[in-house]
């Protein structure tokens, strides 16, 4: 599993950003994928993550309504469709898949991450 994540920039309170996390080695058709963000001065957490198949998503609760997590296996590819953007949601967004299909973890101690795309949200 090798994640490229994407789509980050700057954006207006309530505006939409769409990222994308893309496999460049075509393998994480199985795992679990999601995403995390590290806000200025704060600890990583969890946003969003989905099952292999698409059939389970989990959420953090200060996104649920707003974020959506979406996969296009065929593609290799994981989306996070963010709308109604909040200055609290600026942070670096990180790629992550684990190595389970189902259960999904919402500590940041995944198996494998991509680098970070940065979103900025101004007033």
């Known amino acids: 599993v090798q994640l490229q994540a994407s789509g980050g920039g700057l954006v207006q309170t309530g505006g939409s950003l769409r990222l994308a996390c893309v496999d460049s080695r075509r393998t994480f058709t199985n795992n679990v994928v999601g995403w995390f963000r590290q806000g200025p001065g704060k600890e990583r957490e969890f946003v969003a993550a989905?099952?292999?198949?698409?059939?389970?998503?989990n959420y953090a609760d200060s996104v649920k309504g707003r974020f959506t997590i979406s996969r296009d296996n065929a593609k290799n590819a994981v989306y996070l469709e963010m709308n109604s953007l909040k200055l609290e949601d600026t942070a670096v967004y990180y790629c992550?898949?684990?190595?389970?299909?189902?259960?999904?973890?919402?500590?940041?101690?995944?198996?494998?991450w991509g680098q970070g795309t940065l979103v900025t949200v101004s007033s």
């Open positions: 989905i099952s292999w198949n698409g059939g389970i998503t």
């Open positions: 992550a898949a684990d190595r389970t299909s189902v259960r999904i973890r919402t500590t940041p101690t995944w198996t494998y």
